[in-house]
């Protein structure tokens, strides 16, 4: 099984600073035939199911905020919120698509400062 | 509106069973693997299992293999996950997803998800 560990578990950041959450997996998610990174950015606000920011580890998802975005690629993987706003306080998910099970982080808390 | 409704979830001894159903509406059911991904309260996300589109292939996280049985109706619409055998580790909120969008790869329709509290 491919493993999926968050850094940190937890961040607080001032508001309209920079929040940086890294991902790593423990084998790489690249699909040499078409290379694509299946790695996959979710956030999950409290009471709610997660929603997804980030797939391919880069592409924003339709409706998603500029201010998010992926990097990255084989195991390592960053998602970085480029100006912090109130309504970004949630968990924070990444997923391997590569192969079943699809595991996910552990997740990351972002608070306010 | 694509939509995911899940049921059937509720407070069960341990050993005991529970199947929970997701109604699926507003999307071609029968052209999508659809996936069960838990959540034990105040924990991350777990990937429970996989079904594919034709039923002819499933998938399992190890934790759930051998007790949680997929299946799905695509006359009715519906994805199953019969749960045997409960522990109290098996205690979490269950969601239904799938991957709809053609361009991505990601859960990015959920339901809203159903608890399971596994006690005596």
């Known amino acids: 099984d491919i493993v999926v560990t968050q850094s940190p578990d937890s961040l607080a950041v001032s508001l309209g600073e920079r929040a940086t959450i890294n991902c790593k997996s423990s084998?790489?998610?690249?699909?040499?035939?078409?290379?694509?990174?299946?790695l996959a950015w979710y956030q999950q606000k409290p009471g709610q199911p997660p929603k997804v920011l980030i797939y391919?580890?880069?592409t924003r998802k339709s409706g998603v905020p500029d201010r998010f975005s992926g990097s990255g690629s084989g195991t390592d993987f960053t998602l970085t919120i480029s100006s912090l706003q109130a309504e970004d306080v949630a968990v924070y998910y990444c997923?391997?698509?590569?192969?079943?099970?699809?595991?996910f982080g552990q997740g990351t808390q972002l608070e306010i400062k | 509106e694509v939509q995911l409704v899940e049921s059937g979830g509720g407070l069960v001894q341990p050993g005991g069973s529970l199947r929970l159903s997701c109604a699926a509406s507003?999307?071609?059911?029968?052209?999508?693997?659809m996936h069960w991904v838990r959540q034990a309260p105040g924990k991350g996300l777990v990937w429970v299992s996989r079904?594919?589109?034709?039923?002819?292939?499933?998938s399992y996280a190890d934790s759930v293999k051998g007790r949680f049985t997929i299946s799905r109706d695509n006359a009715k619409n519906t994805l199953y996950l019969q749960m045997n055998s409960l522990r109290a580790e098996d205690t979490a909120v269950y969601y239904c997803?799938?991957?709809?969008?053609?361009?991505?790869?990601?859960?990015?329709?959920w339901g809203q998800g159903t608890m399971v509290t596994v006690s005596s």
């Open positions: 997803v799938f991957d709809y969008d053609p361009k991505g790869a990601a859960f990015d329709i």
């Open positions: 507003g999307f071609t059911f029968s052209n999508y693997w």
């Open positions: 079904i594919n589109s034709d039923v002819s292939n499933t």
């Open positions: 084998q790489s998610v690249l699909y040499n035939s078409n290379n694509k990174n299946y």
């Open positions: 391919w580890a880069s």
């Open positions: 997923q391997q698509f590569y192969s079943t099970p699809y595991t």
